[in-house]
């Protein structure tokens, strides 16, 4: 009965998040610095509601809210779905999203336009849980819009900044693009399903996939991996998230670890009954999803912003899921879809984890988040440094930390992918997937050495806090990360610099750096080996419907995975942690390798070259046909009347009343003889 009661309201999870950002909206200024209350206690709420869900998961139902389109065919009711998949991301979502508010009220405090972001923070977590529950297709592309606005709107929040406006439009933009192809991919899926209905029990329903061609599922499926490149920031349409650190850095934590970036795994995998029919589009994604985890990492690897590491290092792990789901062919369909969904869940508490610290991080530097302008930070960041610690371990793969299960898990749905494609099963693709599971050891071992980097360079060596040159080039005073007197942070001491520089965070902003290392050494010992996540996924629609087989405990992957991490970890300690020429040394003889990994691989520069500067010329040329030969048509058409008006009928307007007479008179006697003449 109580699962039942849940199931029927389970909108209270969306509507607690949307009611406190109407509140924060439209109370702002009452509220004032209180403006958070509302949001963070309708996120809280949405909490509760989600783990009350997770019970009820079990009996895979569906609510009917009403219908928001019912003509010509098309239905689209406002249905939420609750099983197994959409309960996992809720509880995630929700939880995280209250720890990453709480640490805000902190962090944000004193910002002027405060009510708004919490506004916006309520919203954006209204659309990423109704895009979660939604049971249909075209639904879900209503939410999945909404999300790309609020992320617009979060991203570019200090929208004086320049590099923040620039950083909001990039985003918008490049989700666009990726926003087409999933709306393509409805039309057409609109034209192969069953009664037209787009609801997902429909779409996927194993009778209804049967009736639809395979050059349909084909198309669609890389239409929904299309869209999916775009939200989750895989190649090529990953450029928009590193930027994205311009906005403040709990926006980073909450779109970047939980929220926005997952939303196309959550595609993929929500649509893996249709697209694991198709081994082509298995192997593309699995290659996608190689090919961004390696490239970002080599990236991450020679970067000196702190919150671009970890953006990067973001870019990465959604490639290690995505190489997850495709592998998910044959009788490893199961297992694929566990081990990356898996990934995203550890990946929310220990990435939400590690950019929160990265925020406490410039928080006590005064906005400064260049690691060459600190160091040794230890000792004054004594939560900070050991949380961030916590999270650096989990993302490395150490074990027992979070990570270590899931990466693990990953690398052995490709190594069983490899061994089934290429065996009984041979679906020809086995050479892909051995090479991504090589990938994957290789990239293991990266992301353990730029953590590694970005945690000694941070609180290892010497004590050395920015300067007064720094703080100023920082923005230091002005509207933008730095956190200061504008943002109400105290005043300046004697040496030009704020109280709180220099000084760990406050306890409403450590309190959720604790939970969430908690969680990151917790999760994957309590959801990992003892098979809960595993059991509670299968009761996603169509879950039972993948292939599966057993599996045992594949050691060879465990170890040659640990290896890569402690590896990557015991490197970064001699060349990071110590005084070392080593990494000046290895950067001038490594020359151009070095300066392209730390230029982004020109990435920016080739999509300005090939893309942007096409199109804008595209754009002037389109703004020249517009006003000089459409306009200037429209106009000359306009003169005419006038023009011959004044040459040829002007003369006759004299004013003379002898001529008009006359010429009444003339005209007159022409009608008469025309007349006769008829």
Known sequence: MHGS??????????????????????????????????????????????????????ADSTTVLFDWMNAGGLRVPVEFRVDGLSTMMLSMVTFVATLVAVFAVGYMAGDPAYPR??????????????LVLSNNYVLTYVFWEGVGVCS????????????????????????????????????????????????????????????????????ISLLLLWAATA?????????????????????????????????????????????SSDPRVLAIISLVGGITAALAAAIAITQTDLKRVMAYSTVSQLGYMFMALGAGVGSVAQLAVVAAMFHLFTHA?????????????????????????FGGLRRKLPVTCATFAVGGLALAGVFPFAGFWSKDEILAALKLAS?????????????????????????????????????????????????AEDLAAAGHGSHDDAHTNEHGHGHDDAHGHDTHI???????????????????????????????????????????NLGHAEHGTDWNSILIGTFAALFGLALSYPLFALPSRIPSILATRLGMLYRASLNKFYIDEIYAAVIVAPLSFLAQLSKFADVYIVDGLVRLIAKLPRAL??????????????????????????????????
């Open 152 to 219: 617009y709107l979060l991203i570019g929040f200090w929208y004086a900044k320049p590099a923040a406006a620039a950083a909001a439009k990039k985003a918008f933009l490049v989700n666009r693009v990726g926003d087409f192809g999933f709306a393509i991919a409805i039309f057409w899926l609109w034209t192969v399903a069953n009664n037209h209905d787009l609801s997902y029990s429909v779409v996927l329903d194993p009778a209804n996939l049967k009736l639809i061609r395979p050059e349909a599922i084909f198309g």
């Open 419 to 467: 061994e089934v494609s290429g065996g009984a099963e041979g679906t020809g693709w086995g050479w892909v997937y051995g090479l991504v599971y090589w990938v994957a050891v290789v990239t293991a071992g990266l992301t353990a050495l730029y953590t590694g980097r970005a945690f000694f360079l941070t609180f290892f060596g010497p004590e050395r806090l920015p300067t």
């Open 231 to 275: 939200k989750s920031a895989q190649v090529p349409l990953y450029v928009w998230l590193p930027d994205a650190m311009e906005g403040p850095t709990p926006v980073s934590a909450l779109i970047h670890a939980a929220t926005m970036v997952t939303a196309g795994v959550y595609l993929i995998a929500r649509s893996m009954p249709m697209i």
């Open 117 to 130: 972001f919490f506004a916006c923070v309520g919203l954006f977590v209204f659309m990423m849980t109704g």
């Open 645 to 678: 008006s004044r040459s040829a009928l002007a003369p006759y307007q004299n004013g003379l009343i002898q001529f008009y007479a006359a010429a009444g008179v003339l005209g007159l006697a022409a009608l008469l003889a025309i007349l006769l003449l008829i």
């Open 349 to 373: 508490f220990f990435k939400a984890l590690l950019f929160l610290s990265s925020g406490s991080v410039m928080h006590a530097m005064g906005g400064v988040i260049d690691m060459r302008k």
């Open 502 to 544: 220099g000084h760990e965070s406050p306890l409403i902003m450590t309190f959720p750096l604790v939970a969430l290392a908690t969680c990151a050494v917790g999760v994957g010992l309590l959801f990992g080996p003892t098979g809960i996540f595993e059991g509670h996924l299968e009761h996603t629609l169509g879950f039972e």
């Open 5 to 58: 009661f849940l199931v029927r309201n389970c909108w209270l999870v969306p509507f607690f998040p949307l009611a406190g950002a109407v509140a924060a909206a439209i109370g702002g200024k009452r509220l004032g610095a209180s403006a958070h209350i509302p949001v963070v206690i309708g996120i809280g709420l949405a909490f509760l509601v989600s783990l009350g869900l997770l019970g009820a998961a079990g």
